[in-house]
Every structure is written in C-alpha cells, then in structure tokens.
C-alpha cells in the first residue's frame, strides 16, 4: 500500500497543510465545517501538469509507483494500517483494529475489524491478506514476469525477512520475523504493505502462481479491473490525459462518500489556472509563477499552503552504461559535492518560490516540522559558493576549456531532464542550469511529461539513457523514512545507481531494535548525517504548494486533506453553497 511506501512525486504536486488563507495569513485548518454535510454533486481535482494514471493494481511495480497513482487506488481499497496527517496510526480508515508485538521485536499479532466487507458483499479477512502476501512473495522475485517486480521489496524486511505469515482465524493474523527489528519501523514500512486484496475476484489461478502474477500484471493497468472493492469509491472511468472519474462506493462499510470525484488531466499550470479561475476546477493549486495573480480566482475563497513530508531532489545517473556516460563521473563524491555547492537554494526560494520552498539538506524536510529532522541539518552541510564548487573541481585535475570543465578528454557537460508543465520548476532549472555553467558544467535541460519521465528513469533498459533528472521528489507517503527504498543497494526506487556500504549499514541499524526512543533517534540522525555528506542525490528546495479550494467546497481540512502523506481522504468532501 502505497500509504505506508515511498512514491515519485513531480513538481509542485502534493496537497498541503493549510497555513495561507486569501492574501492573508491564517491557521484555519478547515473549510466551512459549520455547514450540515449533504450528499450530491462532484468535485473536480486537478492533477498535477501532464500526469496520467496509469496503474489500477494497489501493488505496484517500480515505474508506476507515483503518489498519484496511489491516491486513486487509495480511494478504492482500504489499507492494512491508515496513517493520518499527524504521522500515526489512525484505525477509523483502518482495516486492522489493532496491532500487538512482543518485546524482542520478532511477533506482530494484528487484529481485523469485522465491519469491513468488499462491494460484493463479502466480508475482509485475515484470507485476503494471505492471498495478498503470496503474490507479494512472487512478484518481489528479481526474475518475476514483467511488468514487475514489486517496487517495495526490499522494504520493511518484505519479503525476505518474515519468516512466516498464518491467519489465527478469521479476523486475525501474525507476522513472525527472522530478526529482530525496530517495531515501529516494521509496523510502517513491514506490515503497512499487507494490504488486503479481494480474493475471490482476482485470484484466477490458485493453482499456479506464475500464470496468476502474469494475469495481474497485464490487469494492473486495465481501468475495468477494478470492480470488487472494500474503500469509499468505485471507478466508473477512465480516459488517459483526460480524467478519471470516481463514484461513491454504496457497499461501503464506513461513512459513504458525499460526492463524486473527478481527477482532471491539466496541460499545463496556466491552464489549470485558468480552469480555477471559470470554476471548472473545484480544488487545485496555483504555481508560484502565478502566484501575484491569485486575486483573479473569484471562485475561490481559500489558498492554503504547506509542505510534504519528503525531499525533491536532482537525481545523477551514477550507473550510466552508456559509451561515455557521466556515472563514473557522478561517482566522484567530490563532483556531487561540487554541484551541490553551486544551486542557489536562498535565491530559488526567494527568486521563485516567494519564501514558499525552504532549502534542504538531506532526505527530512524543515517542513513540515518532524522529531526526524536533525537539528544539524538546519544549516546546509554544502553551502552555496560557486567559488569553493569551481575550486574544488579545478584542484581535482578539472580545467576550463571553452567555458566547459574537462578532464581526460571527458567533458563536464550534461542533460538534466525535469517535469514539464510548471513554469516555477522550469525557472528553477534555468536558474541551477545558469549557475552551473559558472562553474563550468554545461547542462542542456530536457522538459518531458512526469509519467513519461518516471518510465525512462526507473526501466533498466534505459538504464544508460539518461544523464540526470529533477522537478521530481520522494514522498514518505506514511512510511518510516529510514530510506531503505531509496538509499540502500537494491532498493525499489533506487534508480540512480547509489551503493554505499556505510549507508546501506546506518540504513539498516536504524530498522534494528533500540534500547529507547532517543537512542532509535541517534541511530536515525547517524544515518540521515551521513546521507547529507555522501549525497546519493542532490538536494534541493523543497516547494510548497499553494491548494486552492472553491467557495462551494467543504470538509476539506486538514485531516482530509492529510497533506504530510499525500492520501487524501476524499470520501469526506462535499458541494454546498
């Protein structure tokens, strides 16, 4: 379940905490909540520029798994285990009722709640979840069928680490565990991903389970499939760059949906703008290149605007195979710490975000305020000198020639692709794109569509294709934010090539038990330390997005909005006056 994974977000795509009200300020963490809710109408979402849904299967493989796609099979198929916008456990929008662990850490006992049932009538049980871990074991397989494998193997010690999973009755299951782990992490990032799937309509082949991970990989991307479901939505259709539009769920065994909900493909920011501004679009955001122009949205009476729990980041293809490829470049720690030193992270916040993109450091954001943050890393561990950068090259055998650094023949010259469709992102590129070349690294920047991007970045057949990529982030989406998925060899979403065997060591110190909470906190920031100085990735600003609300939408709060995991609850929203 991608509420308790990491996802690929684009751009200014997620959904935020209220902290903006009109041109004002304010903490109202709701809209209109004084009104009697009413059942009826349909609520308009913009997606983010050029993002398509393109997987209808809640497990996902590597180059599907983005935040968008799991917020819609979010809305159709409830989780093992809901975490809400304070980061925890919240069991209301649960399907387990309650968890128990032993001391040692290698027991999790978790208890179902009885209310639930699938839109067929039958009821949730510790079954479907059995069902749901066999094909998570075959697809996390190095060598399962395309299009998988599982992006989240490797995660929270699934599959390789449990050493048995047994229902205890209808309601009731345990996982038991090779080793010891920290249960927290485990809880998060371990059992958040036993999503219970409906058995009994796609369980096609019992018998082999080959031909059944065959069958549901060429169904994962097949909108119709879709038609058991146990969350507050159905599907009633979908239309690629078009929209996607969800419908309430009347079996629903929790508070029914209030209105219907349609995702809207948008072309562009001044597009979706424009669509704000005629009232086609009833929820949305507005791009900070746009943002002096916000009074034009007569239609909306609240802006809000937070931040992810998550980093954005520029990505270096350190395993480019490719005839004079950059990744053994990019493998030089001190060329990463080079560009690093030379984004202007205060003028891209100020320049272009208007104070909304606080700099970063490493994978914990300042925004939205965590215990996971190092104090430390309030201050950049590379700050910005385009002095130090050049001189760090150059006294590394690097010589300018022709207003390009080189070395051996090699020239310090490549493309950046980025998410297309926010012309904030765009300025940011052209700004880092600008400040590079002072330091004598030429970029040539390549705008292509997020779906498109996330396609050629995380296919091992592209491996070799690509120089580098940003306008892209990673959302924790309720995980624990250990980065086994991103930072450790091996990890789903470790597309860029990173292998360290320190990292992947404080990586895995902090899955392991501690004797208390603060020592699992240092274990945490020799990680996240370490991280911030070996720079798998670049870090940059992490933008906040400005969430525009209609006057006649309501019930859009906080809560429902859940903006640190991205997982709204839409079912809550609803068309009034």
């Not at 209109?32 to 520029?49: W, Y």
């Not at 990173?498 to 240092?522: F, G, H, S, V, W």
Request: include cysteine.
């Amino acid at each position: 379940m991608k509420a308790h994974r990491m996802a690929l977000a684009g751009g200014l795509a997620v959904s935020m905490a209220a902290i903006v009200a009109g041109c004002g300020v304010s903490t109202a963490a709701s809209h209109h909540t004084a009104l009697k809710p009413v059942r009826g109408g349909t609520i308009v979402v913009a997606l983010p520029p050029q993002t398509n849904l393109t997987w209808y299967f809640p497990l996902s493989n590597s180059s599907n798994n983005t935040l968008y796609n799991g917020q819609l099979n979010a809305a159709m198929y409830l989780p093992l285990l809901y975490t809400n916008n304070k980061y925890n456990i919240q069991y209301q929008n649960s399907v387990a009722d309650k968890v128990t662990y032993n001391s040692a850490g290698t027991v999790f006992h978790v208890f179902l709640n009885h209310k639930w049932h699938w839109s067929d009538g039958k009821p949730v049980t510790s079954a479907d979840v059995l069902w749901t871990w066999k094909i998570i074991q075959a697809i996390s397989a190095k060598n399962a069928p395309a299009p998988w494998p599982y992006t989240g193997a490797g995660t929270g010690d699934i599959p390789q680490g449990v050493k048995s999973v047994v229902a205890n009755g209808q309601y009731e299951f345990t996982v038991t565990l090779k080793q010891p782990a920290n249960q927290q992490w485990f809880i998060y990032n371990g059992l958040g991903q036993l999503q219970p799937l409906p058995m009994q309509a796609w369980n096609k082949y019992p018998k082999n389970i080959h031909q059944e991970i065959v069958y549901l990989g060429k169904q994962a991307t097949n909108p119709k499939f879709d038609t058991v479901v146990d969350g507050p939505y159905k599907l009633a259709s979908a239309v690629s760059s078009q929209s996607w539009k969800l419908v309430p769920n009347n079996a629903y065994s929790g508070p029914h949906a209030l209105s219907n909900i349609i995702l809207a493909y948008q072309g562009s920011n001044s597009s979706e703008f424009a669509a704000l501004k005629t009232g086609s679009v009833q929820v949305g955001y507005v791009d900070l290149s746009e943002f002096g122009a916000r009074g034009e949205l007569k239609s909306v009476d609240n802006l809000w605007a937070g931040y992810n729990f998550g980093y954005q980041f520029l990505s270096l293809n350190l395993n480019s195979n490719a005839e004079g490829g950059m990744g053994p470049v990019f493998q030089q720690l001190y060329v990463r710490q080079a560009l690093e030193m030379a984004i202007p992270q205060p003028a891209i916040d100020k320049s272009i975000y208007f104070g909304y993109a606080p700099p970063q450091y490493g994978p914990i954001p300042s925004k939205p305020a965590t215990s996971f943050l190092d104090p430390a890393l309030q201050k950049p561990t590379y700050p910005y000198n385009l002095a130090k950068a050049k001189k760090l090259l150059t006294s590394n055998g690097w010589k300018e020639t022709g207003g390009v650094m080189t070395k051996n023949g090699q020239k310090l010259a490549f493309t950046i692709m980025y998410s297309s469709g926010s012309q904030a992102t765009t300025d940011e590129m052209a700004l880092i794109q600008s400040d590079f070349a002072q330091i004598g690294v030429k970029v040539t920047l390549d705008p292509q569509p997020f779906a498109s991007m996330v396609g050629i970045i995380t296919n091992p057949a592209d491996e070799g294709k690509w120089d580098a990529v940003s306008g892209i982030g990673i959302t924790y989406g309720g995980s624990y934010p250990s980065g086994e998925e991103v930072f450790k060899n091996g990890g789903g979403l470790d597309f860029f090539g990173y292998n360290d065997p320190t990292e992947n060591a404080l990586i895995t110190k902090t899955t392991q038990p501690a004797a208390n909470a603060a020592a699992n906190l240092r274990t945490f920031f020799q990680f996240e330390s370490y991280t911030a100085k070996q720079l798998p990735v670049l870090f940059i600003n992490n933008p906040g997005t400005i969430e525009a609300v209609a006057k006649n939408v309501h019930g859009v709060n906080q809560a429902t909005l859940n903006p640190v995991t991205g997982y709204p609850l839409w079912q809550y929203w609803w068309i009034g006056k």
